[in-house]
């Protein structure tokens, strides 16, 4: 008797077993038949087991040609398929299910098609089940599943602060930060813990809850960990960890907007008139009518100003038709001090009480300028 004809004989008494389970659901059958062939093969190579009639195991070969035509009879071994389902029960604590109502067509249909795909599945897999390479792996593969209970509860982590983002105020939702948000990724790790380790899985309505919860962690998995990457790398690159290279066509560098002098950026102009007097809310063009800006951040950035300790942001003025104008000198703004980050908000805003004011001019008063005719007049006798 060769090995494959034995296996035939395991298949045909795992399936009688399955068929003695018949009352309980796809699921619970597939929970307490897992690996039964594995088992069944694994039992049969056990040269200190008893022999079946005519049985010649798994790696023991025949002393004589005797006994190959004989009928394999399992049950010697493993006893009658009901007994051991019984004892399958018996040992998961599981109890023969009650008649159910006679279902719909449409249901009946749809636990059909998910009974034949699970017989797929399980006829699919059999030749890795059965192979010692393939319990090796699945050995493995059963090993790695507290890891997926901790992922699973970070998933779900990240997708419920990532959909309640604006509502509680987060800047990243993938590392907790508040006391909060630590203690519900502890509820959601202890929860997947639990479940899986089989907690609520006798009742069919949280099987197929938990069903739905494990489609969902797997299908968020991969955008969750792209987003946790891109935004390490965004942090990263912020705060000049490591330098960024992006490749693209060579061009040549456009001159900078604003306003330089000796190759230094200037952030504010103070226009003075002819007798040397600070004028304000002074707009300035240029030669083709564009306004003069000096600054182009729209008021994100922070500017340093020479004698000055707080850095400031600038904000803009308004014209009559309520367009910003970010031409009009002094700009005025508000010192660092006066400006608070609040989560959610791109700009920081200001603190109450704060109200824009033009910064320090470099001085309170500029040259006088002299008129054309006393520039041209000779000069005057110093008075005696």
């Not at 300790?309 to 703004?333: E, I, K, Q």
């Not at 980050?341 to 805003?349: D, K, M, Q, R, V």
């Not at 910064?359 to 002299?370: D, L, V």
Request: hydrophobic residues 45%; charged residues 15%.
């Amino acid at each position: 008797m060769t090995a494959p004809v034995l296996m035939d004989h395991v298949s045909a008494y795992a399936a009688a077993v399955r068929a003695h389970l018949a009352d309980l659901s796809p699921e619970q059958v597939d929970d307490l038949t897992d690996g039964l062939e594995a088992d069944l093969a694994e039992a049969l190579e056990d040269p200190r087991g008893p022999v079946a009639t005519g049985e010649i195991p798994i790696g023991r070969p025949s002393d004589t040609g005797a006994g190959r035509d004989a009928i394999i009879d399992l049950t010697q071994r493993f006893g009658p398929a009901a007994a051991y389902a019984a004892e399958l029960r018996s040992a998961a604590g599981v109890e023969p299910a009650q008649a159910r109502p006679r279902r719909r067509p449409l249901l009946d249909g749809a636990a059909g098609l998910r009974g034949r795909a699970a017989r797929w599945a399980a006829a699919a897999t059999q030749p890795l089940r059965t192979s010692p390479t393939g319990r090796a792996l699945v050995g493995f593969a059963a090993s790695l599943r507290p890891l997926w209970w901790v992922l699973r509860a970070w998933v779900l982590f990240a997708a419920l602060l990532t959909g309640s983002a604006s509502l509680i105020q987060v800047d990243q939702p993938f590392v907790p930060r508040t006391t909060a948000t630590w203690l519900l990724l502890g509820l959601l790790v202890l929860a997947s813990v639990q479940v899986g380790r089989g907690i609520g899985r006798r009742r069919r309505w949280t099987r197929r809850g938990l069903a739905g919860v494990n489609v969902a962690a797997v299908v968020l998995a991969l955008p969750m960990l792209a987003a946790f990457d891109t935004a390490v790398h965004h942090r990263l690159a912020s705060t000049g960890a490591y330098p960024v290279y992006i490749q693209g066509p060579a061009t040549s560098t456009p001159p900078e907007n604003g306003v330089f002098v000796d190759g230094m950026q200037v952030s504010n102009l103070f226009v003075y008139d002819a007798a040397g007097e600070p004028l304000s809310q002074v707009q300035i063009f240029d030669d083709r009518g564009r306004p003069v800006r000096t600054t182009y951040d729209n008021g994100v950035d922070s500017w340093s100003l020479p004698g000055v300790a707080d850095p400031w942001m600038f904000t803009p003025s308004l014209d009559t038709d309520g367009r910003t104008r970010w031409n009009v000198y002094p700009l005025s703004g508000r010192p660092a001090s006066e400006l608070a980050i609040t989560p959610g908000f791109a700009l920081p805003e200001p603190i109450e009480g704060s109200t824009p004011r033009v910064p320090p001019a470099p001085f309170a008063q500029a040259p006088a300028i002299a008129t054309t005719a006393q520039a041209t007049s000779p000069a005057a006798a110093p008075a005696p």
